[in-house]
């Protein structure tokens, strides 16, 4: 049976109670039926104890459980000690495994704060997450210590993923010279969002593109434009590449080739109101501005797909988990959740429906988990 290989996965996480004695319940068990409690739509440690009893039998035919279904508490307290970076490897790889994904193409790197994580001893949880919008799965994360921030996450990240070859997308917290370099080094490339934390090179760049507009200045390198409607809009978006050679600090960020802007204009079919938003981006590509715009696109699913899901059909800010690791290792098991479900959802079925069914059929609940 295919779940042995998660399973084996699971036993290389770390039992943190062997210093307490006897154990009643087999630390596997408790992560895999964390773990199948939320693809079945569980919020928490006491629908960890649902499920489980609901679903003993079936249960029973892979996993051991000499002392029959933990209760909530224990499973809270395991989640609370057990170390998230552990229990987020061992799942990566086992999914990994399962997938035998195709080379990567986009990785999006962005923090979430799980907003309802923080108590008298600590603030909320800020993790930081590399998603591959192409495969639908967290390749990897790291928590953002108290009193630091992204910047200094990220190369941690980095280091812990194998980005050979993929183009990495970081919004304008990670746009640094440094994590530029780091990228390059590990031979991928980038695309960086650019705002006002790099103030100068922000004004030179919109002065530039103001230049070309107004014929001042050497044509654009490549340009797309992409129009569509729907929901009583009419959306026009345009990307326009110039060569970073046109900057002054060019050299200061390595593989620095393009500069790109994207202008999104909408306008209301029935007010005939206009909007106007303007974002622009340095890459290390060269200039193919419909390339661009495919990876630009991909990098909002990290929020539009992973931290909304995480939010609204997983309900994590809702959570009351607080107490030491258990926000974190629930997060992972969320995440792990949406990447096996993802690559099943066909058609209009919504996650929520898939994970109601899988609570219902084991048999559906083994071809989402091992269909892969």
């Keep these: ?16 109670r062997r210093i307490y004695g006897n154990l009643r319940h087999k630390l596997v068990d408790i992560l895999v039926i964390g773990l199948l409690s939320f693809l079945c739509g569980g919020k928490d440690f006491a629908d960890m104890e649902v499920y489980g009893k609901a679903r003993i039998e ?17 499973f809270r307290r395991v989640f609370e000690r057990i170390n998230p970076k552990e229990l987020s490897k061992c799942l990566n790889n ?39 919008s192409e495969h639908g799965i967290t390749l990897g994360q790291v928590t953002v210590d108290e009193g630091s921030n992204e910047i200094t996450a990220i190369p941690q990240l980095l280091d812990i993923i194998d980005v050979k070859g993929a ?32 103030k100068n090179l922000l004004k030179q760049v919109k002065e530039l593109f103001a230049s070309i507009d107004t014929g001042h200045a050497e044509p654009l390198l490549d340009t797309f434009t992409e129009n569509k409607s729907g929901h009583g809009r009419f959306e026009t978006r345009i990307i326009d590449v110039i060569s970073a050679d046109l900057i002054s600090s060019k050299s200061s960020w390595k593989g620095l080739e393009s500069i790109v802007r994207v202008k999104y204009i909408s306008i209301c079919a029935k007010s005939g109101n206009e909007t106007l938003t303007i974002r622009y981006f340095l890459s290390s590509l060269p200039a193919n501005a419909r390339r661009l715009r495919s990876i630009i ?14 939010d609204v059909i997983f309900e994590e800010d809702k959570s009351k988990s607080k107490k030491d690791n258990s926000p974190l290792n629930l997060n992972i098991l969320r995440k792990t959740a949406l990447s096996i479900l993802l690559p099943k959802k066909q058609g209009r079925i919504s996650l929520q429906k898939m994970m109601f069914r899988a609570a219902l059929e084991e048999e559906y609940l083994e071809m989402v988990l091992f269909g892969m």
């Design 94 to 132: 086992w999914i990994m495994h399962e997938r035998q994904a195709t080379a990567l193409k986009t990785v999006s790197i962005d923090g979430k704060t799980i907003r309802g994580s923080g108590n008298d001893y600590h603030e909320p949880y800020q993790v930081v997450s590399a998603w591959a």
């Design 58 to 74: 079936w249960l029973k035919g892979f996993l051991e459980l000499p002392n029959g279904i933990p209760d909530s508490d224990t």
């Design 297 to 310: 696109k991909s990098h909002w699913s990290i929020e539009s797909v992973l931290h909304w899901t995480l």
């Design 167 to 198: 183009v990495v997308t970081i919004d304008a917290m990670g746009s640094q010279k440094t994590i530029a370099a780091k990228i390059i080094e590990l031979e991928a490339d980038y695309l960086l969002a650019l705002k006002a934390n790099h």
């Design 1 to 16: 049976m295919k779940i042995s290989k998660l399973i084996q996965n699971t036993e290389r996480v770390s039992d943190p």
